[in-house]
């Protein structure tokens, strides 16, 4: 759809549950996870192919697309060319909960942001690509996931139930300078920011089912773009060319 929320269109068409497209970098293809795994299909919805069991897809800058599939020892993060083949171990670590602790890396593609549990509570990590350096960026008892990068790699957007319901919140890459965006008694969850950082994208349930929301990067001017009686949830924005 469009950023205004016009323009809804249909891309995969399937009999599945197709959830948590991204965008490749150069706007050609489309990578998502069903239950049968990580499929990946051209901007229009043509090409439609599997590449891999696992889940949590996500493009990785430079690299081709990272995904998690269990282990016996925690979560293992792989990456892959966007046909599927090249598949090599990235690092291993504890993912919270499939997508809510889905890696997401920063412009460059040099560190990852993600949820896990660890020390008996949900929080924000992040590392680096090849598993070094490891850092706790959020400290609450609350539940802290789904974080995701700001273009300019500065901020990091992420949700916490800490009040009661699940909000999100923005901080500085390190875990400082802690920012509350929303504040509603409905869940929202899964922040995107838009291309230029002026933008978030994320989902609500506010009007009793979950939808597709914008606000500005500030969390003001917040707008509801999807209306549907099924769930609308987990949006991308599209690079810009």
């Not at 901007?43 to 949590?56: C, Q, T």
């Not at 924000?124 to 960026?137: A, C, E, H, P, Q």
């Not at 989902?203 to 707008?223: C, F, H, L, P, W």
């Amino acid at each position: 759809m469009n950023a205004d929320g016009s323009g809804q269109t249909n891309l995969s068409r399937s009999d599945s549950n197709d959830l948590w497209p991204a965008w490749s970098p150069n706007n050609k293809q489309i990578v998502f996870n069903t239950s049968e795994g990580v499929f990946v299909m051209n901007a229009d919805g043509s090409e439609r192919k599997r590449l891999a069991e696992g889940s949590s897809a996500a493009w990785l800058p430079l690299r081709g697309i990272a995904f998690v599939f269990p282990g016996d020892k925690g979560s293992v993060m792989y990456v892959m060319n966007s046909d599927g083949s090249g598949q090599s171990v990235l690092w291993k670590q504890e993912i919270y909960n499939g997508q809510s602790g889905s890696p997401k890396w920063n412009r460059d593609g040099t560190r990852a942001v993600f949820g896990t549990y660890r020390n008996g509570n949900v929080d924000v990590y992040s590392l680096n690509t090849d598993g070094s350096d490891l850092k706790r960026l959020t400290f609450h008892a609350g539940l802290d996931l789904e974080p995701a990068w700001s273009p300019d790699g500065k901020r990091i957007a992420f949700v916490s139930d800490r009040d009661g319901s699940g909000d999100i919140f923005v901080m500085n890459a390190d875990g400082t300078n802690l920012i509350r965006l929303t504040d509603d008694p409905a869940d929202d969850h899964a922040p995107i920011w838009s291309a230029d950082g002026k933008k978030i994208i994320f989902t609500s349930n506010r009007a009793g089912n979950d939808e597709i929301y914008v606000m500005d990067a500030d969390g003001k001017n917040q707008k509801n773009l999807t209306n549907n009686a099924a769930d609308d949830s987990y949006a991308d924005w599209q690079p810009v060319p």
